[in-house]
C-alpha cells in the first residue's frame, strides 16, 4: 500500500520504520535524516495541507497517517475527507480535546471524566483576585496550543500574578493565552496511556512513562519529552480496566453526543493520584518520545487497526506486543528546550545502527554529503530492548556511549523511576 506519513520528528521515524516493515511503499513530509532509510522524503511542510491533498492524489496515496497535532489543527482530516482520501486521525472538532484545554476540561466536568478542579477565566483582573485566595501550588495553563510550554506550576502568589500578567497582558502566547485556566495542583506519577479509536471502540496500547524535564531528576525545564519507556508497571490490570470505564469510555461517548466520532489515537496524559487516575491532558495523535518506546515493542501489523479505526471495525482487532520492556532516549542539541545549536556532524550512528536490540530514530537529522547533521532540538531516538527495564537500559545506554555530536545532551536517569519501583 502507498502510505503518506505526515511530520518530521522521531515519532514519525518510527511509524515509517514500522509500516515499511510490513511492506508498504512509505513518503514522508516532511521527514528527516532517518526517514529517508524506509520512507521517500517529500518537500511539503505538514501544515501545508493544500499541498499535501495534491500530493496524496497526484500519487495516488492509499492511505495518510498524521503525526503531530499542528495539521490535525488546522483540518487536514476534514479536508481529505472531503476529497475521498483516507487519513489516519481525528477531525478538527475531535482535535478540539488537544487544541483547548479550556474546551478539554468543560467536556471532562460535564462527562464525570476524573481531572484537577479548575476555574476559566478571560479577565486578567477576575483571575488576579481568584488566584489570591487559592492554595499554593496551583497551575495556570493557557486555553490553546503553545508546544507544551503554556503550563505553569506557581508556588506562591508572585509567580502566579506574573504568569497571569505574562499570558494576558503581555500576551507570550497571543491569542492562545488570552483564556486562561487556574487549576489545582495534583500529586503523583505521571502516565501515557494511549488507544486507538475508531469513533465508538478503542483498543489502548501498553503504558509508556515520558520524561519531560530537561536535566535528570526532572528537574530544569520542561521539553517535548527527553525519553520514554513502555510498559508502566503501576498500570496494573485493575487500574487499567478503571481508566478504561472511567476516561476512555465517558470520552467516546461524550463526543459522541456532541455528534463526535474521533478517530485515530486518543492520549491521555494521567496522573496517578491518592484519588485514582486523572487527566492532566489529552492529545490527538501518538505522543513523541513515548511512540519511539511503544511502537517496536508491537509485533502485529500497524498499519490494520488504524485502517480499521477509519472503517470503524476496530472492535475485532487484536494487537500482539512484545512481552520485553523497550525504553528510549532523546539525545538533543546544546540549548535545547530554548534556543539551541544546529548544523553539527553526528558521529558513531554507524556503530549502533544494526545492533541487536537497538533501534536508532532520528527527529532533528538531515543528510548531507553522505554524512547526517543535527537540524532540531531533539537529535535522535535510541531505543532498546530488554528483558527487564534495567537491561533495556543497560542496552540504551552503552549504545548511545558510541554517539556524539557536539553539544550533545541527554538524561541518564531514563526508566530509572520504574527500575526504584521494581527493586521496592
Ligand atoms: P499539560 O500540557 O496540561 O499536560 O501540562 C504539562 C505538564 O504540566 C504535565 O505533564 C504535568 O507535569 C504538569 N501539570 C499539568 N497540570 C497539572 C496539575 N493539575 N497538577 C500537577 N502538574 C500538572
Ligand atoms: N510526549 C508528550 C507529547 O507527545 O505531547
Redesign the pocket.
Known sequence: MKILVVGSGGREDALCWKLKKEKNKIYCASGNGGTERWAENVDINPIDIRSLADFAKKERIELTVVGPEAPLSEGIVNCFEEKGFRIFGPSKEAAELEIS?VFAKEFMRKNGIPT?CFEVFNSEEKALKYVLNKKFPN?I?ADGLCG?KG?F?CKDVEIAKKTIYSFMTDKVFGKQGERIII????FGE?VSYLAFVDGENFLPLPSSQDH?AIFDQDKGP?TGGMGAYSPVSLITEELSKRIKKEIFERTITGLLNLGIKFKGVLYL?L?LTQDGPMV??FNVRFGDPETQAIIPRLKSSLLEPMMKAIDGRLSNVRLEWDKRSALSVVLASAGYPEKYEVEKEIFGLNQIEGLENILVFHSGTERKAGKVWTKGGRVLSITGYGNDIISAKNTVYSAISNVQFEGMQFRKDIGEKEIRRNNG
Open positions: 484545554k484537577a497551575v495553563k507544551g503550563v506550576i487549576e489545582d495542583c495534583l505521571e519531560k520542561n496524559g496522573m492532566l491532558e
